[in-house]
């Protein structure tokens, strides 16, 4: 049947594995050759820039070289103040998440199953959808005030419209012939809910929980830009007016991490719900 | 045994699919319901299966009358239709929820030994051939044990060998509860393969236009004279059934080379 490991059968799985027929190029095919690949143009242009104010051809004030980003961060870091800025950052996006999944799935469920819902709400949904979220800031401050409250109302406001689109066009997309099944069954509508259509929009939710995720970090930056004594936002804003665009570098990548970490964190904890997946995730 | 009584169905567009239909199914029999595409054979068995409501007539069951899916009858889907978050194992037991652990483990582990699939209860359905999870399908079907059983097509989309083999495994179940079988199908051969009479349904609306007894011996060889000579039967029939009525009727003999 399988010809060709045949007189390598002797040989260790994993290099049976990575042996590319064209010798030449294996470095590029090892375990991580890909990341490596993506690394080298960031990398080269840090160096290239180190390099450059190093040997005073630049002055670096408006763009530091990343010797001095990283000298600010491990300064922020060791100091405790990074810290009490990501964990600030990170509570506002975590409130306003959960509120905004919890009635994005809530709201979705309700007219994706309820035809009568669908049309008494969709459509005013779908109207303030259309207006950007940061366009209510002047409103939310005026209702709820300038501190918690109105940044994690607008998380929430973020968050909500793609749970919401997400879970609605699930529910709306499930196959009527798997329905059928649940049907010739005889299930209740409760078992047919919870047996067919809850498994059936499951992986949906899931891209739109992520996606919403994605948006609560950008509306926790545009909220703490508009004011606020701590957050990241709060950094990258200081870092503008005390002209230190270090520390904004610094708050960048500190977000990046951060919400690269907590979507990390989403998938680990929900793809197993998923694993049952006939898509080409593996490959991608 | 199986009663349809002066059956139509009629879709809210006004077209007529089915104009009554009256039927007598006895009891442990396999019956085909024969014809072209278009005579109303699905929505018949949809009708069967309580997923339609039927515009007139009445359907029963031993004299209980059937309006929505009854527990006395179960379906095999022209698609496998399994759910695919749930195992192999999990598929078959679905309309199991009622039973003990272990009564359920214990009527798939069978369901799956007879289909030849024992060593696939694990696997999720997107890891198995067609074939395959029509057999789960099936096997699904048989396992709650239903007086009568409803095919539709389910084997039109497999190869003839992979079919051949799934009539075996059809029969096998079939032989241990002796359950009513209504196999629709398109497939002459199928219909002589498998069924104890066979119903040709005229389209445009459907209605039944002739009922062949197939009084062979199982199991049955394709090639055996009585087969041959049956299938012929119900080929001259199927022709008739599909040109218009009023044109005169042509030569029994050669209707076979006409159809198709």
Redo the contacts between chains.
């Keep these: 049947m399988e010809a060709g490991p045949l007189p390598l059968a002797a040989a260790p799985a994993e290099s049976l594995r990575e042996d590319s027929p064209k010798g030449s190029r294996r470095s590029l095919s090892l375990p991580g050759g890909r990341v490596v690949t993506g690394l080298v143009l960031p990398l080269g242009l840090a160096l290239l820039w180190e390099g450059a104010v190093r040997a005073g051809l630049a002055q670096g004030r408006l763009v530091p070289p990343p010797s001095r980003v990283i000298a600010t961060l491990w300064g922020l870091a060791a100091s405790g103040e990074l810290w009490t800025h990501v964990l600030a950052s990170l509570t506002r996006v975590a409130a306003g998440f959960g509120f905004g999944a919890v009635a994005g799935i809530a709201v979705g469920a309700l007219t994706g199953t309820l035809p009568l819902a669908r049309r008494l709400v969709d459509p005013s949904l779908q109207a303030l959808r259309a207006i950007p979220s940061i366009a209510w800031v002047p409103l939310f401050i005026l209702w709820f005030g300038i501190f918690e409250a109105s940044k994690i109302t607008l998380i929430a406001v973020g968050v909500f419209f793609p749970v919401y689109l997400g879970v609605a066009g699930a529910i709306a997309g499930v196959d009527r ?2 329905v ?2 649940g ?4 299930l209740s509508r409760l ?1 047919l809910a919870r ?2 259509l809850l ?2 929009v ?1 992986p949906a939710t899931l891209v739109a929980l992520r996606t919403g995720l994605g948006l609560g970090f950008m509306f926790v930056a545009a909220a703490e830009l508009l004011g606020a004594s701590e957050g990241l936002g709060y950094l990258l804003l200081d870092g503008q007016q005390l002209g230190k665009p270090d520390q904004i570098v610094a708050a960048i990548l500190a977000f990046a991490a951060l919400g690269k970490l907590c979507d990390a964190v989403l998938v680990g904890l929900t793809q197993p719900l998923a694993r ?3 898509t080409a995730r593996d490959t991608l | 045994m199986l009663l349809l009584d002066r059956l139509s169905k009629t879709y809210a567009d006004g077209t007529r699919a089915l104009a009554d239909i009256s039927l007598e199914v006895r009891a442990g029999e396999i019956l085909a319901l024969i014809g072209g595409s278009g005579c109303g054979k699905t929505t018949l068995l949809r009708l069967i299966a309580g997923l339609d409501r039927a515009s007139a007539g009445r359907i029963s069951l031993d004299g209980e009358a059937i309006a929505a899916p009854h527990p006395g009858v179960g379906i095999v889907f022209q698609e496998p239709r399994l759910l695919p978050w749930l195992s192999v194992a999990d598929n078959v037991a679905f309309g199991l929820a009622d039973l003990s652990r272990a009564e359920r483990r214990a009527r798939v582990a069978h369901a799956l030994d007879r289909v030849g699939l024992a060593e696939h209860a694990g696997r999720w359905p997107r890891d198995l051939s067609g074939g395959q999870q029509q057999r789960v399908a099936i096997a699904r079907a048989f396992v709650t044990a239903p007086k009568v059983l409803l095919l539709d097509e389910p084997f039109s989309a497999l190869d003839a060998l992979t079919r051949a083999g799934l009539h075996r495994h059809l029969l096998a179940l079939w032989e241990e509860s002796r359950p009513t079988v209504v196999l629709v199908t398109h497939d002459v051969a199928e219909a002589v393969a498998l069924a104890d009479r066979a119903v040709v349904l005229r389209p445009k609306p459907g209605r039944i236009d002739d009922a062949i007894p197939l009084p062979l011996s199982r199991p049955r060889q394709p090639s055996a004279p009585g087969s041959e000579a049956a299938a012929r039967t119900i080929l001259a029939s199927l022709d008739r059934s599909l040109r218009p009525e009023g044109e005169p009727d042509r030569a029994r003999p050669d209707a076979s080379a006409l159809w198709w």
């Design positions: 012939k798997l059928e099944v049907r010739v069954f005889r078992d047996r067919i498994p059936a499951l049952w997946q006939d």
